[in-house]
Nanobody, 122 residues
Framework: QLVESGGGSVQAGGSLRLSCEASGYSLSRFCMGWFRQAPGKEREAIAAIDTDDRVSYADSVKGRFTISRDNAKMTLYLQMTSLNPGDTAMYYC??????????????????WGQGTQVTVSS
């Protein structure tokens, strides 16, 4: 089970940190990622961290968002800075049970969280 938290409403230029707590398994065994879905748009992958802690990002968030995890706390994070209205979306964490070199473009999620809403106002 994956449970996200940390979403909310912020003004443009602000920051938020999303958390995704896992229960029932160790995060270090899986590739983990963050996806988002804006109203009227398809869900898109934006960041991933694989089992060797290699990270990858979509161009839209590169340099502004940072994915990390604390295996001891069984928690995945997404630090988001310089937020803009285009970042408004429901954010989901996901787990891909495969190991090895996996990027945000090659993730095939097997487990999803319920999502947390991020709203950025101008």
């Amino acid at each position: 089970q994956l449970v996200e938290s940390g979403g909310g409403s912020v003004q443009a230029g602000g920051s938020l940190r999303l958390s995704c707590e896992a229960s029932g398994y160790s995060l270090s065994r899986f590739c983990m990622g963050w996806f988002r879905q804006a109203p009227g748009k398809e869900r898109e992958a934006i960041a991933a961290i694989d089992t060797d802690d290699r990270v990858s990002y979509a161009d839209s968030v590169k340099g502004r968002f940072t994915i990390s995890r604390d295996n001891a706390k069984m928690t995945l994070y997404l630090q988001m800075t310089s937020l803009n209205p285009g970042d408004t979306a429901m954010y989901y964490c996901a787990a891909d049970i495969r190991s090895g070199s996996i990027t945000f473009t090659t993730m095939q999620p097997h487990y999803w969280g319920q999502g947390t809403q991020v709203t950025v106002s101008s």
